[in-house]
């Protein structure tokens, strides 16, 4: 009298068990799935008139059992249990009981469902992170993508598609929707490798790198105005315009100032700085303006021989100086005592 | 050797020892290991442990059709699942005569 339910009941714990082994290779899973089969069909021959799942537990429990007697990893990555579970059935299978040649491709065949948890959530973090970080709107996407300008949206946002992801990734789904999935982590794998690909020309158009080379002024020179960076030489004027050489400059607390040196220069030749030398000998580097005189191998900045004619005189820069008063006015007062 | 890993190896031994006289399918292994004592012992983990046995090569299996009944597919101990009994039954008398070793001396120092 309970054959129709027993059937019916069998066929649900039979699909339930089947979903909770769907990550296993197909024919592996055919195999254990007749198994069970043929179990629930001796358990119903039996007479017990418990159910299946008092009298074997839940689905998902007696899934675990079997993969875990069976030494099959576990469905989720779990690493301990399955690291010991790995451990013994390779013991096992090292007693020679193993086909020697099909063992190194049943190892990746079992291990390569373990990373499908792993795609799950990364997938969900690509949804969200591959279009904010091809998308250049000066917010820092990485590693938490800012969503609305918020990287706290953007950090919830990934939550919530990791989740759905993982769901997705856990779900038995129609054949139609496996395939759609398919194209979906398609699409997601493709926009990442796309972008993992344009990812160094993206980095050097937003981020300035400061390379320690050495005489590089970035680095050497304390001295940087805010609009040009690095200052390499400083030329000084008097008040009526008359350009001072061999002057020497201090900072604040008396320390030499020192500026960056000019590796650059229009004519392409090469050129070393030549400071003056004090009277033991020894160069004077905060004497400004700095002098440079051409390399005396006669190189251009690529290192080649320079040609006749090439290098011209360095030209000094047109300065715009402002006119003073007359020194008579100049002198009568301070200039703020006249408002 | 972790104590999963002796769950593991005894079930393997047990398994192994109900089907050395005489060939047996899933369920009856089942019934045999409770009949045996080992009334705890899930369904799952002795079909598991007869799915892993089989494909290690220590066990082979055949079908029975019926005609009334479900077909039954049993299995049968061979060559190697008689070596890795064997070595099962040394492993496990060893581990027990050390514990009753430990017992023992325990016993005399109280």
């Not at chain 1, 714990?13 to 769907?22: T, W």
């Not at chain 1, 129609?174 to 972008?195: K, Q």
Request: charged share 20%.
């Amino acid at each position: 009298m309970t054959a129709p339910t027993t059937t019916v009941e069998a066929q649900g714990y039979l699909g339930d068990v089947e979903s909770e082994l769907a990550d296993l290779p197909a024919d592996e899973r055919s195999e254990l799935l007749e198994d069970l089969a043929l179990h629930l069909a001796a358990l119903a021959e039996d007479g017990d008139d418990r159910t299946l799942g008092a009298r074997l537990g839940s689905p998902a429990d007696y899934a675990a059992e079997l993969r875990l007697a069976a030494g099959l990893p576990p469905r989720s990555a779990d690493g301990a249990a399955h690291g010991r579970l790995a451990a013994a059935t390779r013991a096992l299978r090292s007693k020679g009981t193993a086909v020697a040649g099909s063992r190194g491709v049943r190892e990746i065949r079992s291990f390569l469902p373990q990373l499908r948890p792993a795609w799950w959530v990364l997938r969900g973090y690509l949804v969200v992170a591959v279009p904010r970080l091809r998308h250049v709107d000066g917010y820092d996407d990485f590693p938490v993508p800012a969503l609305l300008g918020s990287h706290l949206v953007g950090g919830a946002a990934v939550v919530l598609a990791v989740v759905v992801s993982v769901m997705l990734g856990r779900r038995r789904l129609p054949r139609f929707g496996i395939a759609a999935v398919l194209v979906l982590d398609l699409l997601v794998l493709g926009a990442a490798l796309d972008l993992v690909r344009s990812q160094p020309a993206r980095l050097r158009s937003h981020t300035v790198y400061v390379t320690a080379n050495p005489g590089d002024p970035f680095v050497d020179s304390p001295l940087i105005t805010e609009a040009h960076g690095a200052v390499t030489n400083i030329l000084a004027f008097t008040a009526d315009g008359k350009a001072l050489q061999d002057v020497l400059l201090f900072d604040q607390d008396g320390r030499p100032l020192a500026t960056g040196q000019q590796h650059w220069f229009a004519d392409h030749c090469r050129r070393v700085l030549s400071p003056p030398r004090a009277a033991d000998g020894t160069p004077v580097p905060f004497s400004y303006p700095k002098q440079y005189v051409l390399d005396p191998e006669g190189k251009t900045l690529s290192g080649s021989p320079v040609t006749p004619g090439q290098c011209l005189p360095l030209p000094l820069p047109k300065v715009a100086l402002p006119v003073f008063p007359k020194p008579a006015a100049q002198t009568a007062a301070k200039p703020a005592a006249h408002r | 050797m972790d104590a999963s890993q002796l769950v593991k190896g005894l079930l393997d031994v047990a398994v192994l020892a109900v089907v050395r006289d005489e060939d047996g399918y899933g369920y009856d292994v089942v019934r045999r290991l409770r009949a045996a004592g080992l009334e705890d012992v899930g369904d799952a983990s002795v079909y598991g442990t007869l799915r892993r046995l089989y494909s290690a090569g220590a066990l082979t299996s055949y079908v029975v059709p019926s005609d009334e009944g479900p077909h039954r597919k049993y299995y049968a101990i061979n060559d190697r699942g008689r070596s890795v009994l064997e070595d099962g039954s040394k492993t496990w008398r060893a581990f027990a005569d050390t514990v009753d070793g430990v017992l023992g001396i325990s016993r005399v120092a109280a």
